[in-house]
Structures are given as structure tokens and as C-alpha cells.
């Protein structure tokens, strides 16, 4: 019966599912790799009754686990109570206005005022039309242009593919968004360069994630944020930092930015406000911008989603932050990525492949080098082949093979010290496996 059924659904995926960011040449030749049914806290299965640790949390957005059945029991009663009303033109709903508080309640510094979106992409996309906005209110309409970094990853809807620093992603379609341009992204100087063959007069903001997570979860180099707001603050020019990945306890702290001791103009969010259980995201603004929205705005805000403040979403996104802090999730996160990193240097000193490892909470990242040395690259990429071994194994995680091979990490936040043995446990017989088969061949 289940063969039956998984050849059943494989055919019907081939021909009317069309699924975001994969092989579609893959996907028609070979139909889905796994067709999971069920999930419990960091695992899940597929039709076929196959288990796997989720060592990417999905989409780095399972915070709080998988199966949940008080965030299950939750949306239940909300949906049965209010499911959805709109939030245009004044209307409101108790949930949208508790989360919207209970974040700006736990955002860093006076950011304090949210705007709901449905996910991440639409979180930049606000986030850079109300900077543009603002600009106009402001009396300074030549502030349009947007800088980004190298290596960054925003969304894929038209502001946020523009803003995003992977070529990949801007190739995929022909026709760009104007007035966005790129800094590397290590280099605050880089941006006080460009700012100034722009103009800062020109410039509406710099936006840029705390860590860049599907860049290949690059950590910025000490100061660097620092001296970026520095400079923001000196040109005038607002900075939006996209937690979208690295917010709600991901990295060890409640928000990336908090490393760092900065607080942004804007910060956007997503994926760990309700760990998947819902469509949910926002931009928090600050008090200061807040203010002058009320006090120069004339007339209709002309921006909104229609699940913007969705009721049923927002009870979730409660939901999930009492979890995550009832169970001192965040906490863990910083815990379990400490030994998450020992443990990547342990198998760092027995692979001679394996280059540069970093963690920042349970955020990861191992690269895969020909040689130490030199950084030089195997001249086929290895990750890809690593992460399909691992997978047979039980592990699922992601690559990245813009200008790198790496394989990245971003397990869920209740990760046990049992659970993170038996993924690095793997990983070292993948290693293992990969050196006899193929490195040791090359």
C-alpha cells in the first residue's frame, strides 16, 4: 500500500506541483526525494516509515521542534474563535495586538512598533518601502537607493531578490528592481566608500543580516557592525537589519543584533516568530520613525498584505515565544552551539578536508577545502554529495556552493546533548565514508 501511494503521489508531484528553489530537471526525472508525513521535536518521517534528524530545522525555521501539540490545541480554539479578520483601515484583533507587543517588548532597544507580514521575503520588501517612505515624508525624495552585501540573502520577492547579494538569485529573472547596489561583506569601509560614489544624500538604507545565513553563515568580523551603524548615523541613512534567520533564540541571543550591542532603524523577521507552525512576519520599527510616520503622515499608509495581522498567526507566534522562553530555549541555543562547534573541530583534526568551522548558537557552517593551506576548492563541489550521504544516514542538511562548498547547519533549538551526539556521530562516518570514496581518490 504505501509503494502504491508513493507512486501515486511521486506522479502527481511531477506534473502539478511546482516547488521553489529546486531542480526542476531533478524533481521531473526522479520525483521527490522524501515525502515526510510526520514530525517529533527534532526528527522526521517519511510515507516510507524513514526517520531523520532535521539538522536544518526545515527552512532554519523550526525553532521550538517539531509536533507541538500545545501550539496545535492553540490554533484550534483561534481558529474556531476568529480565524481571521482584516487589519486595514483601523480594524484590529487581540492576537496581532499581543504579539505586537510581546516583540516589541523583547526587541533590542526602542524598536517598538510592528508591521505584519506573511513571511520573510514580504518583511523586506516592507521594510524597504518604508524606508523609501520615510524619505518622502521626510521632504527627501532623492533617498531611494538601497546598499546590500555580498553574499546576503533577503527573499526572493522583486525588493527582496534585489537586495539579495547571491548573483544566482538576481539571475533568475531579467528584469531588476532599480537603485540597489553591493558591499563586500566584510568590509564597514567598502560601505563608507560606496555611500559616497552614491551620494548619501541618494541613499535610503543599508540593510544586512546579523549573521548571513544562506550566504554560508559568514559571522562578520569583529567591529563590524559597530563601525556600520557609525556610519549609517554620520550619512543619515537608516539600517534595517533582516533577522529573518537569526531571530527568536537561533543564534544563542533573542536577536543576532544583540551580539553586537547595536540597534537598528528596522528590523525584519520571520521564520522563528511561529517555528513554521504558521505564515508569520514583520518589520519592528524604532519609536523615532514611529513618531514621524504619525506626526507627517497625510494620508493612507498604501502598504499592506491581506494576512497582515492574521489572528490565527499571531496566537501562534505567542504560542511559540512562551515556549521558547518557559523552556530557556535560547539558553540552549548558545549552549548546545558551543559543543556543536567542539565537535566540529574535533572531526576538523581528523579530515584534513574539512576547512574553516564556525558556530554562533545553533548556527553552523564546515567547509570543505582541497587544501587547508591555500582555501583552494575541490574542482567539483563536495558538499552536495556529503549532505545526499548524510541524508542516507539520517541527517538531513543544506549546502552552499556560491564561491564556497559548505555544508551549514541549523538544527532546532531544543537540540539534547544525546541528539547532538548522534549528529555528529554522522557526520564522522559520512567524513569517513567520503575520504575512501572519493578524496583519497582525487
Known sequence: MTIKLKE??????????LHPTTSIEQQQTQGPSAIFTEGKGIYLKDLEGNTYIDGMSSLWNVNVGHGREEIAEVAKEQ???LAF???????SNEPAIRLATKIASIAPGDLNTVF?????SESNDTAIKLARHYWLLKGQPQRQKIISRTQSYHGVAMGATSATGLQAFRDFTNSHAPDFHYVYNQSARNLRETIEALGPETVAAFVSEPIQGAGGVNIPQQGYFEEVREICDEYGILFIADEVITGFGRTGKFFGMEHYGVVPD???FAKGVSSGYAQLG?????????QDYCQLSKGTLMHGYTYSGHALACQVGLKNIEIIERENLVENAAKMGEALLEGFRALQAKYDFIGCVRTIGLLGAMELVKSRETGELFETPLSPIFVQETMKRGLILRTVTYDQDTVVFSPPLILSKAE???MLRILDETFEYVRKTIV???
Request: hydrophobic letters at 40%.
Open 8 to 17: 501515486e503521489l511521486k506522479v502527481l508531484d511531477q506534473k502539478h506541483f
Open 79 to 81: 481558529m474556531a474563535k
Open 85 to 91: 479578520s482584516s487589519c486595514f483601515a483601523t480594524f
Open 116 to 120: 505584519f507580514t506573511s513571511g520573510g
Open 266 to 268: 528596522m528590523m525584519t
Open 282 to 290: 514583520g518589520v519592528v520599527i524604532s519609536e523615532k520613525i514611529h
Open 420 to 422: 547532538l551526539d548522534e
Open 440 to 442: 583519497e581518490k582525487i
